[in-house]
């Protein structure tokens, strides 16, 4: 903002003035501070105040559109005497382990085949990433007629190709079944940006590695697996790490199609958190809740952090 | 006979059908839902994966005058252009102090920064709302331009820092030797030069915002203000009966805007995936 200032206070008529602060300008020490203000300013206001408070409600009786004090660690002990909860607890656990690792394995796959030569490359690359840029609460809903009870599309298939027997799992009713449905839609979601950062770390790797590799008598498993595996490590943790947090904290694609149900079986803390919170009103649950997906977030960014320190700076 | 070489290649291909039809079937699907007359889509002998007894337009007719999708619409791409511009001003002038300059604080700052961009959205959405009511925003769109760059400030600072940390140093020397100063260096010389880390920040800025789906709920409530997503997952289902056709068309043309973006840009989506998580 200083920028603009001092721009209009000194353009037409005082030269002299405007060499003064252009130089003043010049020096990192004033600049610098100057062009981090406003992001500072947001995530001060709009990232830490809010935290903050996130902590003061979880600590509170707060409800909506009443006065609240303080009540200690009540709302964290009273969570564990629900049900609701611990199935929530557990649910984000199962959900957050088998997304991430059929995505890690899958990714790995795929990465490899596109990794080969490929006729129509940046076609078959575009087809991939597609679901990673569309409003995933959109196509969740795509995905929510897919697994509609009676008209399903997935069951139908499998019936004709004899793989299920009819009339098929009803998916988003039935408990793990609707587990597996969320599952596969986080999957779905998530495999692209798994892939293609995998190929980025794929392509990274010197040829001549595997030459070396080949011509010690190594065949493709033990070459994939000295080779292409260990040196892709660096890559695959930080896309682990970082899919692990978002996976944890998805909201989308539980509330679309199954809004935690059947009977809290698919919730997740933030799905939770939105329905204790503003749907009954409880709030300072409702912040308990999310603040339970906090040491999560603290893990992943422990160790990003020491990654990044190591390779950037 | 084929040569060994290319039944490789087919095969290679062979394997990667699966995964194109994992990835591409539920667009497929949703289309041709939405173009389906309402007689074939709730017959339960028809063929639910081909249109037998013709398409029809009108879902998207209904969607169209019938609902307020094209308010929706309009309330996205408002929010989604301010939060873009404003986001992508904030984070270039962020990201230029990190890559290039030393002052005091920085460093936290930058850590700071890094760690924003790993905060879920769903880990502060309750004492957002809060704050979202004193500044008197409730239920207006409004409060998503103000909110979103929580999320794209410190994604298009992390993107541009990378980008900006490319340019070579000398280059805004020489700039400066000839008597530029630091803010016209900026301009005329790195700015353009980052040009490609530029549009790929707007990109996913853009995509990010117009994917934007639990703050827009939790925000804004009424028909007038809230976006396409949360239209047309709340407001086109009503009670127990689901308008199938409808639905699937709202959730095509919802995502129309980004489909077009995607086929233009594609090559910069896929650099920027992995410079966003990568670098």
């Known amino acids: 903002m200083a920028i603009g200032t ?36 947001l995530l001060v206001f709009l990232v830490a105040y809010p935290f903050v408070m996130a902590i003061y409600l ?29 199935q929530t607890f557990q649910n984000a656990f199962v959900f957050t382990g088998f997304a991430v690792a059929i995505k890690v394995v899958l990714g790995i796959w795929l990465a490899l085949l596109l990794n080969e030569q490929l006729w129509f490359k940046r076609l078959i690359r575009g087809a991939v990433l597609l679901p990673w840029v569309i409003p995933t609460a959109l196509s969740t809903l795509g995905w929510w007629w897919m697994f509609n009870s009676l008209y399903s599309v997935v069951n139908w298939t499998g019936i004709h190709m004899g793989l299920l027997d009819p009339p098929g799992p009803n998916w988003l009713g039935q408990k793990y079944y609707a587990m597996a449905a969320v599952v596969a839609v986080n999957v779905w979601r998530g495999l692209p940006f798994f892939a293609i950062t995998i190929l980025a770390g794929l392509v990274a790797i010197p040829k001549e590695l595997y030459e070396a590799a080949h011509t010690d008598g190594a065949g493709p498993v033990a070459r994939f697996w000295y080779v292409t595996l260990p040196l892709l490590s660096p890559v695959l943790a930080i896309v682990v790490l970082f899919s692990t947090i978002f996976t944890f904290s998805d909201f989308n694609i539980v509330f679309v199609l199954t809004h935690g149900g059947p009977i809290n079986s698919t919730h997740l803390f933030a799905t939770l958190a939105r329905q204790v919170g503003l749907e009954t009103g409880r709030l300072g649950e409702g912040a308990a809740i999310s603040l339970y997906l906090f040491p999560v977030l603290v893990m992943v960014v422990y160790a990003q952090l020491r990654f990044v320190r190591n390779r950037a700076y | 006979m ?19 039809i994992f990835a591409l079937f539920p667009f497929y699907h949703m289309t041709l839902t939405s173009l389906k007359q309402n007689r074939e889509l709730y017959d339960r002998s028809a063929v639910p994966l081909l249109i037998r007894q013709g398409p029809t337009l009108e879902h998207y007719q209904k969607l169209l005058f019938e609902s307020s999708f094209l308010t929706w619409t309009k309330n996205s791409l408002l929010v989604t252009m301010l939060a873009t511009s404003v986001s992508l001003v904030i984070g270039t002038a962020a990201a230029y102090a990190l890559a290039r300059m030393k002052f005091f604080g920085v460093g936290s700052f930058g850590t700071g920064i890094f760690v924003t961009y790993l905060v879920p959205t769903s880990l502060l959405f309750l004492p957002l709302a809060q704050v979202v009511n004193w500044l008197g925003l409730a239920d207006s769109k409004w409060s998503l331009v103000v909110t979103y760059p929580t999320f794209l400030v410190p994604f298009c600072t992390w993107l541009l820092m ?19 100063t630091r803010i016209q260096a900026l301009i005329r010389i790195v700015l353009p030069i980052a040009i490609p880390g530029l549009v790929c920040a707007a990109l996913f800025a853009f995509t990010l915002s117009w994917n934007e789906f639990i703050y827009a709920l939790t925000f804004t409530s009424s028909s007038e203000e809230i976006t396409a997503s949360v239209g047309v997952t709340s407001e086109l289902i009503r009670g127990d009966i689901y308008f199938w056709g409808q639905l699937m068309a709202g959730a095509v043309l919802g995502s129309v805007p980004i489909v077009i973006l995607y086929v233009f840009f594609l090559d910069y989506y896929v650099s920027g995936l992995t410079a966003g998580a990568v670098k």
């Open chain 1, 6 to 41: 001092a721009r209009v206070a000194t353009t037409p008529y005082r030269p002299g003035l405007r060499d003064r602060l252009g130089e003043w300008l010049d020096r990192e020490t004033i600049l610098g501070p100057a062009f981090v203000t406003p992001a500072l300013l």
């Open chain 2, 162 to 180: 990378g980008y900006f940390r490319t340019v070579p140093k000398e280059v805004e020397e020489c700039a400066m030797v000839d008597g530029a």
């Open chain 2, 2 to 20: 084929l040569s060994r070489a290319l039944t490789k290649k087919l095969a290679m291909h062979a394997m990667l059908v699966p995964f194109l």
């Open chain 1, 58 to 86: 979880s600590l509170s009786n707060a409800f909506i559109g009443r006065p609240s004090h303080l009540i200690g660690l009540r709302n964290f002990i009273n969570l564990w005497q629900s049900d609701a909860f611990r």
